[in-house]
């Protein structure tokens, strides 16, 4: 049986890492084998890759270039860890995806859906999220959210311009309107209420999935 793909995206400040958590524990009650991801990361080569992304001595990194690294880390990624696990039957949950390269990268940095896409086809090998829960907030209440928070290797990104952060919202926002596997949920609420909301997004897809005994 091929397992469960569902991804947690948002501009920053969002929640997402947070909502994740909950929902591990949420599925884990139920009985189903959840495996964490984040992207880009939880493989060696990802980690080290997020270390030069989020480097702020990089700040000439080309928007080209920033998008090929997202994309080497999620091949790591998918090919070493995501696949396997889908294969046996687990669900992966992952803190950002290919998702966040087409808002980030393909409106934030202006190389266009088109540009990212194209880039990110060897990446993926076609394997996209069963489910993309979007938390969107307004980008000023993200940005002072994420502000109180303490960040390794110094968030290169996260410093750009709230302009930029526009840039991104707006991006998810279209690509929530264009494609059915994006589900928006509200994040500048209550985190319970984010919760059931992520949960209701999620429900449907694990109804009649093993419940704990
Ligand atoms: P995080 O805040 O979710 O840990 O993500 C790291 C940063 O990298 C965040 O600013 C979003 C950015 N990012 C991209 O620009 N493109 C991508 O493809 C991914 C996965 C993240």
Redesign the pocket.
């Known amino acids: 049986m091929r397992g469960l793909y569902i991804a947690l995206e948002g501009p920053?400040g969002s929640g997402?890492?947070t909502q994740l958590r909950r929902l591990a524990a949420r599925l884990r009650q139920r009985g189903l084998e959840v495996v964490e991801v984040?992207?880009?990361?939880s493989t060696a080569l990802g980690e080290q890759v997020?270390a030069l992304?989020?480097d702020p001595a990089h700040g000439d990194m080309t928007a080209e270039a920033?998008?090929l690294l997202?994309?080497a880390?999620?091949a790591q990624l998918l090919r070493c860890v995501v696949r396997p696990a889908l294969e046996q039957g687990r669900v992966v949950l992952s803190?950002?995806?290919?998702?966040?390269?087409?808002?980030?990268?393909g409106y934030?940095?202006g190389l266009g859906e088109e540009v990212v896409r194209r880039v990110n086809e060897v990446a993926t090998g076609g394997l996209l999220p069963d489910l993309v829960v979007l938390l969107d907030l307004p980008v000023e209440e993200g940005l002072v959210r994420?502000a109180g928070k303490s960040?390794s290797g110094g968030?290169r990104?996260?410093q750009?311009a709230v302009e930029f952060h526009r840039r991104?919202r707006e991006g998810y926002l279209r690509l929530s309107r264009e494609d059915r596997r994006i589900r928006v949920v509200r994040a500048d609420d209550d985190p319970d209420r984010v919760a059931e909301q992520v949960w209701e997004a999620v429900r449907p897809l694990v109804e009649g999935c093993r419940e704990a005994p």
């Open positions: 920053e997402k890492t984040r992207e880009p990361g997020r992304l989020e920033e998008a997202f994309a880390a999620r803190d950002r995806c290919v998702y966040a390269s087409l808002a980030y990268q934030g940095r994420d960040r968030d990104i996260g750009e991104v």
